[in-house]
């Protein structure tokens, strides 16, 4: 006799909760999405220094060689890309969980059931923000606004969960128990 229950297909599949409620902890959601704005412009200002410093090198070299050097700007394009993917990929990965501009606003980043980010998941993270502002224009990030916990629509597709840290998140506390 054979047994057809669902425990011998194989597959074994463990449904996490939600680590982090917005009603039992109103603090961890507090103007997430206003700093959140704010830790994104700085971001970009990081990511384009490197990227503004090489490009001046490639055009001053590009003069010292007559010309020559003008077509090491076809590498600046892809350099970007992979400088973005690791910086937010080793950044979100790190101890923190969360980007320079993150850190400057007092967030961090963590999976939906409360795990630390890593680097894969940083890169993952970075490109589906970039296509789906790309692709569906920048009225997605609205869905902040509509949910709970401020996921905007590439959080919930990557799985992740933008808070604020442990430090602000327990300074708010004791500010709204007042």
Known sequence: MTDFGPSRIGVSFDAKPHA??????????????????????IDLVVL??????????????GLMTFGLGWMLFWLLSPASVVW????????????????????????EIRTWYGAPAYFLLGAVHAVVYWVSVSV???????????????????????GTVVINNPAR???????LRR
């Open 20 to 41: 982090y409620d917005p009603v039992a902890n109103p603090e961890l959601f507090e103007g997430v999405l206003a700093r959140r704005l704010m830790a994104f412009l």
């Open 48 to 61: 384009a220094i490197p990227l503004i410093v090489t490009a001046i090198f490639i055009l001053l070299f």
């Open 84 to 107: 973005a993917l690791l910086y937010y990929g080793l950044t979100m990965g790190s101890a923190a969980s969360a980007t320079v501009g993150m850190r400057a606003m007092d967030l």
């Open 136 to 158: 569906l224009t920048p009225l997605i990030l609205l869905v902040g606004l509509f949910n709970g916990r401020r996921r905007l629509l590439h959080d919930m597709l990557v």
């Open 169 to 175: 998140a327990a300074s708010l506390l004791a500010w």
